[in-house]
């Protein structure tokens, strides 16, 4: 088995344990939310971006916490907040300051016993290694938390292909909101 | 005279040059944009970025060309497109790119013959040092492009001042804007 | 088949056309490199932003173009240029200014025939559907490039495995290195 | 007076607050430190990632926190912490981190009294509005922090004067670190 296969089979192991009606109850919440904010740290955070920035494509008001236009959340808006061990505390904070406001935060974690999974509306569980690499999570030969990371990005694509199937978004409408200035 | 009365100085002589016509007819267009894009590389793209954040808190909805949630850009809205030289070339070509889809072209520039000058619709003038620091540029001590990035920062915050005077923005209402998530 | 199981067999589809021997050369040129640079625009550059950060952790210099401490790329710098239909402009013109300073240019990308292949000194073909959605690629039920992004992650971080094989590089020695500022 | 010379004025008596020796002892700190961390939230942000961007131009090897390819921060390195209240959480908590592990912390901000002062190893104020516009702050004309944002951006600056002096570059040889890939 090359270094390929033995990634694609990590992925396997963990997405087999998922809560495919979870997957789809984000969705569903997504599709009312006004707006969607994301935020994450490291590659975690590059996750999140890609999943907000494919949502703007797919029609949807979404920002990440960071960037420079990001504007102040609201009530019912929804935070997408995303950590593997559940306790990076800049996420932790951010999603306490989301839900004070009254938004809905939907965690993305391997913990669900963290302090993330304790302030979080929902829970979107990955039981993948992280970079603590502790006993709750499914082992991995790749350092840190790349089998996390990945997982993440399946997870939130499967999130996207069900937002564009409710809203009937196709390639054509997507690529007209894509950037056009690359 | 220190460092710090030298650098204001440098600003000064420069800011001295600016038509304020120019200041007042681009907050006047951005006034009327649907949505206004900024780009520029660098420390100009960094200019750029804080006058993209204080617009948003004014009202404005705005993006910064490269990040995230960037969508398309369409006819009738604004690229505020900042470079020194008018020569970088990623610059020059986003500016084509949304010059060929209608939309309103805003250079801010040292040189008044570049190629981003040529593209604009409109040109803000600052004769300021850029990097190449050239002959129709007012000098500096200070390196590379550095009086022309602060020339550019008092410049675009000058049209923020007036854009809201013109939308009665409050500190109030730009502080309930401003990101609550930091 | 639930949204994430086609997601994973769409993967594996076009993964198991990579040629693992390409993925080991270019382990072993960015082994040889003094600094790899990153360039990518929307989520093929987030990919590559993830592949620079995790390069990072195992002891690579690595930089991100257009990030705010990106130093001049020099002769004998590896660039690594994600672009799915290898004609992202961006892309391509940063690839051909690398290339003229003497530096080595890896391309990823799903065209072959593109102005990235031709001016990369060596290419990672992945197959997979880009925003095109053209002829050559392997389809997908997923909008534009997500199918690309997702191969481009694992196969990237295929390139980190065996990376992290030839430098002894274990998880205590990455986790040093990762941010502790979060 | 046009809205320009609004500007400069409030800079101007905002800046004539500073401290030079303090100007130049922080620029002897920066020359000694190993590698040198920025961080700032929302424009001041945006002021510390052009300051490190310059400080890379002079030969520093600098960071932002927060960016790609950022390590770990260790002992003898330095954080420029930038907040205009010094109340910003994340900026705050940063700064604690840092100081954990035997960084030096250098804040920048409007009040001495703050938490971010409090864990600083050394202070550089700067008396101007910010946006919760309180009394000891010089006021403003202009919306939320713009006047603190341009007075870091000018004393920033001047540090950076400081440094090239002390290290003897000019713009020759800060221009050949410059990124060729714009």
């Known amino acids: ?25 984000i969705a569903a919440s997504l599709l009312q939310a006004p707006r969607i904010f994301v935020v994450g740290e490291g590659r975690s955070g590059l996750m999140g971006r890609a999943f907000a920035m494919r949502l703007m494509h797919l029609g949807a008001t979404s920002y990440v916490v960071g960037e420079t ?9 929804v935070l997408v907040a995303i950590s593997g061990s559940g306790k990076t505390e800049q996420v932790v ?4 300051k989301a839900k004070s406001v009254g938004a809905v935060v939907v965690a993305v974690s391997a913990n669900a016993l963290s302090n993330l999974a304790a ?8 039981p993948a290694a992280t970079k603590y ?37 196709n390639n054509g409408s997507a690529f007209a909101r894509h950037s056009n200035m690359e």
């Open 133 to 169: 690499q502790v006993a709750h999570e499914l082992g991995s030969v790749q350092p840190l938390g790349s089998l996390f990371d990945q997982c993440v990005h399946v997870a939130l694509d499967a999130i996207c292909l069900r937002y564009a199937a409710a809203t009937r978004e």
């Open 1 to 25: 088995m090359n270094d390929i296969e033995t990634i694609v089979n990590e992925i396997e192991s963990v997405l087999r344990h998922l809560d495919t009606d979870h997957v789809n109850d």
């Open 119 to 126: 302030v979080a509306d929902r829970l979107l569980l990955i």
């Open 93 to 96: 904070r951010v999603s306490e």
């Open 69 to 77: 236009i990001t504007p102040a959340i609201q009530e019912h808006d």
